[in-house]
């Protein structure tokens, strides 16, 4: 695999994504590791990511240098290479030569990761740096320039170690990704036998052996994506022996409950409706806090799992379709960074568990899963579903939960979602849903007055959910979907457009 140490930039997860469209298996882990704590047979290469810190300032990054001293291949990528010249000797500079945005760079050297390029080619990057290298440190050669620092590229002579200032991941650097290919290819000699059909076959063979027969297993399904792929695959491994359960928590979308049941019982999955959704509601009852409302939900879902199992003999396993994003932002890579959000899957969980975890898709993102569940044969339908939060309506209802304020939000979303689809923009947006906002505001409809809620539209693009772009919806669906929900949604007199991107925001409101 590459490791990927992280040092907190908003891009670290992209580096990971262009590794594995190489078919080559990435981890990110904190750049806190220390070498020790890693199995290094493993490992074919090493990149230090970007970060906001400076390599000199007192917010340093912890970081075991010892890292540089193996003969792993390495590339580091603005801090990253700030670091690295650091290490070996070379002088930093700061002041008047900060980039930030897009810039153009020249090749002075075109060997190592720029041998796909005549000397004095020019290539569009991206740049996010205030501190860069003045001086390249002994035994390091400049591979590239800018107007605004004289080295944005450098490589050693002798050992596959190169650096970067700018950044390779994004895709405002359009040669980025072949900066990456003949890194992981030529520098670290990868083998891109990271595919669908290996990461199956793996998969079944690790869950067969995690939960030998007799054991049972049980499978918390919602019917998106991620826990359907997972519970599909695992049945390939368990057969009867995986006991799924489709929990109505009352905080799905409309008529939802019926849709999903219908289409798990046609992948021929062992499924059981479990209608708890007075228990969510009542639990809910007065709570406004959002991570309040996460932790709640993820212990009842538990206590569900747990009181059915009970029924069932030998379950020793619980399946869940947790993803890479919900772990990263919810427990940092970094160490010391804010967590994002808990995930019910993630830190929801009491520590009384009495089941074993399966998380097949751990360290996947949500396209990855896509690919798996095509290589099953799984219906595009399925396949093509929008991402929706574990908590489902809870974290879309700002404020306090009532049953009248689901049933709101409910046709709300309907009706946007409806929209969405007959204008044929569902499949390609990321997510797009409603939020109901605790914000009343004065109307007129009639002859009267109204004193009712807002409704808040929220579409976005993205490859994975790690970060996302709003969605420029027509003005004419916008002019319908507001006119519907406020006609014919009782209790709203007022729709908005959220146009905020992550970051700065999140996807959800909560």
Same mark, same amino acid.
């Given at each position: ?23 080559? !298996? ?10 020790? %704590?890693?199995?290094?047979? #493993?490992? #074919? ?6 970060? *906001? ?46 980039? !930030? ?14 041998? %796909? ?17 003045? =001086?390249? *440190? ?19 002579? %002798? #050992? *596959? ?20 290919? $003949? ?86 999955? $062992? ?52 993803? !890479?994003?919900?772990?990263?932002? %919810? ?59 574990? *908590? ?21 979303? !309907? ?28 109307? =007129? ?47 709203? $007199? ?7 991107? #992550? ?8």
């Amino acid at each position: 695999m590459i490791l990927i140490l992280d040092f907190g930039s908003q891009y670290t997860q992209l580096i990971a994504r262009r590794v594995r469209e190489l078919s080559v !298996y990435s981890e990110v882990r904190p750049c806190t590791t220390t070498p020790d %704590s890693v199995d290094l047979s #493993k490992v #074919k290469g090493l990149i230090l990511s970007g970060g *906001p810190s400076s390599v000199t300032g007192e917010d340093a990054p912890t970081f075991d240098p010892g890292w540089l001293s193996l003969d792993i291949p390495t590339l580091g990528i603005c801090y990253g290479m700030q670091l690295m010249a650091h290490h070996f000797g070379g002088t930093l500079g700061r002041g008047i030569a900060r980039e !930030y945005g897009p810039s153009t760079i020249t090749i002075e050297d075109n060997a190592g990761i720029f041998e %796909s390029w005549p000397k004095g080619t020019q290539l569009s990057v991206w740049m996010s740096h205030g501190d860069h290298v003045e =001086v390249v *440190p002994a035994g390091f050669v400049t591979c590239a320039s800018s107007k605004g620092a004289p080295i944005v590229g450098m490589r050693h002579t %002798s #050992k *596959p170690v190169s650096a970067l200032q700018f950044h390779p991941e994004v895709v405002h650097t359009p040669e980025g990704r072949t900066l990456i290919k $003949n890194f992981v290819f030529n520098e670290a000699k990868c083998s891109a036998d990271w595919t669908p059909e290996n990461f199956i076959e793996q998969q079944i063979a690790k869950t067969a052996d995690q939960v030998p027969a007799p054991a049972q297993a049980i499978c918390a399904l919602s019917g998106g994506v991620d826990s359907t792929v997972a519970a599909v695959l695992v049945a390939r491994a368990l057969g009867e022996r995986l006991h799924c359960f489709f929990v109505d928590t009352g905080l799905m979308r409309k008529n939802e409950a019926q849709s999903v049941m219908e289409r798990l019982k046609a992948l021929d999955l $062992n499924v059981t409706l479990v209608d708890a959704s007075a228990r969510f509601l009542g639990e809910l009852k007065g709570v406004s806090d959002p991570e309040l409302k996460r932790k709640i939900i993820g212990r009842v879902f538990i206590e569900v799992f747990e009181e059915h199992a009970k029924s069932l003999k030998g379950v020793t396993h619980l399946v869940q379709g947790t993803l !890479y994003p919900d772990v990263i932002e %919810s427990v940092s890579v970094r160490g010391p960074s804010a967590t994002i959000k808990t995930h019910h899957n993630v830190g929801g969980l009491p520590e009384r568990l009495q089941f074993k975890l399966i998380e097949p898709f751990r360290e996947l993102f949500k396209d990855e899963v896509r690919l798996l569940g095509k290589e099953l044969d799984m219906p595009q339908e399925i396949l093509q579903r929008q991402p929706f939060p574990g *908590p489902g309506l809870a974290v879309r209802i700002l404020g306090e939960i009532t049953p009248e304020r689901v049933t709101t939000l409910q046709e709300a979303d !309907y009706i946007f979602l409806e929209e969405i689809r007959a204008a044929g923009l569902y499949a390609g947006i990321w997510q797009s849903f409603a939020v109901l906002l605790p914000v009343r505001s004065v109307g =007129v409809m009639g002859d009267g007055r109204t004193y009712d809620e807002t409704i808040a539209l929220r579409a976005v693009y993205s490859e994975d959910g790690m970060t996302a772009d709003w969605a420029y919806l027509p003005e004419d669906l916008l002019r319908r979907v507001s006119n519907r929900i406020v006609n014919e949604v009782k209790g709203v $007199n007022r729709v908005v457009l959220d146009i905020s991107s #992550k970051p700065p925001a999140t996807i959800e409101w909560e």
